[in-house]
């Protein structure tokens, strides 16, 4: 069965630097989304993505936050100036449709430690 | 601002019995639930999901039942097993135009003791 694919599982960075996780979404997927779940909460949203562009982003993806999707294969999200908030699990999905009605597929997540 | 609530954190059912987890929502526009699995080390599974246009939505053990007017959604599986522990995450989206951020629960974490 397909799957999203996410490297690296875990990632330490010094406060202050940049760090760019980095996902392959599901093949025949249009549409791409980056989540994250800080420890003992929510899985939270933070950006949809679609045909090059933002769709939706959420009150966290503030200026510190990019994606991009520089081939066809890979979806990045970078974090310019790592806070130590920013620890967290970060979790890549996609889904076949942007429609409400389209599950969508998660990766087995990155782990980001900030120190 | 919890729009989606799990408010039973842990569950422990008997290899064989019925598991329910049970999941509010405060957001009226929500018009498609999912449930998720997440084992340790891993990213969320779909499991199953259903529509605000169903009250009921079966696949094999899975029956997820939904209560509009109770804001109100439940996830059954019958019979549990133990592979089934796991932290199981209720989710919900309101349709829109494009992509439809998903709005999760804490999570209710299931043991079936074999």
């Known amino acids: 069965e397909p799957e999203v694919t996410q490297t690296p599982s875990h990632q330490v960075t010094q406060m202050g630097q940049e760090v760019i996780l980095r996902c392959v979404p599901i093949s025949n997927h249009l549409y791409f989304y980056w989540y994250r779940q800080i420890l003992g909460q929510k899985v939270e949203f933070l950006v949809s993505?679609?045909?090059?562009?933002?769709?939706?982003k959420s009150e966290i993806f503030d200026d510190q936050f990019s994606v991009e999707r520089p081939d066809g294969s890979n979806f990045t999200l970078k974090i310019r100036s790592t806070k130590l908030e920013d620890s967290a699990m970060y979790f890549c999905?996609?889904?076949?449709?942007?429609?409400?009605?389209?599950?969508?597929?998660f990766g087995d997540g990155t782990r980001l430690s900030i120190l | 601002d919890q729009q989606v609530k799990q408010n039973s954190p842990s569950l422990s059912v008997q290899e064989g019995r019925i598991s329910i987890l049970n999941c509010d929502y405060t957001?009226?526009?929500?018009?498609?639930f999912l449930w998720y699995k997440k084992y340790p080390a891993e990213g969320p599974t779909f499991l199953i999901s259903i529509s605000s246009i169903k009250d009921k939505n079966e696949d094999g053990r899975f029956t997820v039942f939904l209560n509009k007017s109770a804001k109100h959604l439940s996830l059954h599986i019958v019979p549990s097993q133990p592979g089934d522990s796991a932290v199981y995450f209720c989710a919900a989206s309101a349709q829109g135009s494009g992509n439809t951020p998903l709005v999760f629960g804490k999570g209710t974490r299931l043991s079936v003791i074999a």
């Open positions: 999905a996609s889904s076949e449709q942007g429609l409400g009605n389209q599950p969508q597929h």
């Open positions: 993505f679609y045909n090059n562009e933002i769709s939706e």
């Open positions: 957001n009226s526009m929500f018009d498609y």
